[in-house]
Nanobody, 123 residues
Framework: QVQLVESGGGLVQAGGSLRLSCAASGRTFRNYHMGWFRQAPGKDREFVASINWSGSSPLYADSVKGRFTVSRDNAKNTMSLQMNSLKPEDSAVYYC????????????????WGQGTQVTVSS
């Protein structure tokens, strides 16, 4: 089992920045690919970003490319999402996720999910 806990969400004005963190515990963190999804009210959960077990090959949704940066620290069992130039349409609950399969992770089929953290961007 892997337990995931997100933090860092909040209310920010458009154009501002937030940094989300995901703390993992349980099985060996470095064995898992990690990622972020988000879900806005009335919408499906959507892929935001992923990073593989070694911290390389980050992948981003087109809607956040150039504004968001995903990173991980295997020594600290944490993953982060730096979000810059935030827009109102970035408002959503953001979920941290982990999977031993990078394909499963990127398609929302991960085994492990956090409880989510709310991000609200005001216009």
């Amino acid at each position: 089992q892997v337990q995931l806990v997100e933090s860092g969400g909040g209310l920010v004005q458009a154009g501002g920045s937030l940094r989300l963190s995901c703390a993992a515990s349980g099985r060996t963190f470095r064995n898992y690919h990690m990622g972020w999804f988000r879900q806005a009210p009335g919408k499906d959960r959507e892929f935001v970003a992923s990073i593989n077990w070694s911290g390389s090959s980050p992948l981003y949704a087109d809607s956040v490319k150039g504004r968001f940066t995903v990173s991980r620290d295997n020594a600290k069992n944490t993953m982060s999402l730096q979000m810059n130039s935030l827009k109102p349409e970035d408002s959503a609950v953001y979920y941290c996720t982990a999977s031993s399969s990078i394909l499963a992770l990127r398609t929302g089929g991960s085994n492990y999910w956090g409880q989510g953290t709310q991000v609200t961007v005001s216009s």
